[in-house]
């Protein structure tokens, strides 16, 4: 089960936002996400989706998890959403 893991995770962050969404309560939501497996995890960092999985995570690949996100370089993330956007209108 997921959501031991998880809450432990958000206790051993307190600097990091978790949230949980009721995807029968909030289905235009989950639609818009592309939610099709409960749990999928997904991290957003300044307001950004950077990562986006279905499925239960142990604790040690949520902790990587948490660790690769913190550790992006969001300008660089950036530049690469823009370079994809651009491509995609181009096609």
């Known amino acids: 089960m997921f959501a031991p893991v998880y809450e432990a995770a ?3 962050h ?3 936002v978790f949230g949980k969404v ?8 989950a639609a818009a ?8 995890l997904m ?3 300044d307001g950004i ?10 604790a040690a690949a949520l902790e990587q998890v948490i ?4 550790e992006l370089d969001m300008d660089d993330v950036r ?3 823009a370079e994809q956007q651009s491509t995609a209108q181009t096609a």
Request: proline letters at 10%.
């Open 10 to 12: 958000s206790e051993q």
């Open 14 to 16: 307190p600097d990091v």
């Open 22 to 29: 009721d995807t029968e309560a909030e289905q235009a939501l």
């Open 33 to 40: 996400a592309r939610i099709t497996s409960i749990p999928t």
């Open 43 to 45: 991290a957003f960092r």
């Open 49 to 58: 989706l950077v990562f986006s999985q279905p499925g239960a995570l142990p």
């Open 67 to 70: 660790t690769a996100v913190r």
């Open 79 to 81: 530049r690469q959403r």
